[in-house]
């Protein structure tokens, strides 16, 4: 079989667009969910209320939702998403006490000396000590300073997860032309192929080379895969991304997508996949027997991706 054709390619950038519509969407929708969870938080904080997990929780909520409203606006900027995010997980911890200090203004155990406003509040809060464990005797009360201290670091937590979550749908794939998210396709497993070997051939243009080492989808402990994403409406005509993916399992069995190496390529690369992908191109008259996918393959060597 001839060898693989090689790519001008380019690296892979967010495209950065950020539509007003799209923009008003996204900080209207997560601050409402902002203030809704900064409200359950509260109502938790008078009933039950467990440190650390729930402020992390919210964040999670909070992310999970900016994470659809970026997807819904169409936000391409990843800082745009990651600080509107991080605003509305600021503005989540700060309603939450607002919301206690609201309740308390009419805690019979105030009057005499109601705080004049919130931060006043939150001062008394720090007085009174934030109580780790249980209640009475055995709790722990990490006094005024290290009140302080946790409620910032509960805040981090909670800004951390919103961040987190709703920042990487804006740096996926957008078509511009038809104004929608290009969808990812899984091409094949790469158990064979060094992580770094993997990234360079992207990066080249070598991706019907990297393609050829790969073995199908599913079974095994592969946990490095060859993706691309193009436009379901321009297919060809537009620019596919190429990307190494590397997926790990925790404990408890969920996956963790983390992206290697991304490269922009042409779109007739599509045309090329199926012709190059060895499991699936029917075997040359000149082969004795089909390729076994568990061999270690011998084509792809880190100097075949070498920069020229």
Known sequence: MPRAPRFDVEPFQPDGGVPPAGFLLLVGGVLATAAFLGFLLAVAVESFYLVVLFPIIAGALLGGAGRGLVRAGRIRSPAVAGTVAAVAGLAMMFLMHYFCYIHDLYNAGLVGAPPI???????????????????????INLGYVGSYIYFAFETLLAVGFAVGLAYGPAAEPFCRSCNRWKQGRT????????????????????????????????????????????????????????????????????????????????????????????????????EAAPRDVDDRPSELRRDDVRLE
């Open 187 to 286: 091409l094949a497993a790469l158990p064979h192929v060094p992580q770094r070997v993997a990234v360079d051939a992207v990066e080249v243009g070598a991706l019907l080379d990297l393609l050829d080492t790969g073995v199908p989808i599913g079974g095994g402990n592969n946990n490095q895969f060859l993706k691309v994403f193009a436009c379901p409406q321009c297919g060809g005509a537009g620019t596919v991304a190429a990307a190494v993916e590397q997926i790990t399992m925790d404990s408890r069995g969920r996956g963790r997508t983390k992206l290697l190496g991304r490269s922009v390529y042409p779109g007739e690369v599509l045309a090329l996949i199926e012709e190059y992908s060895p499991w699936r191109r029917p075997p040359a008259a000149s």
């Open 117 to 139: 406003n919130v931060f006043q509040y939150i001062n008394l809060e720090a007085h009174e000590g934030v109580l780790i464990g249980e209640n009475g005797a055995n709790g």
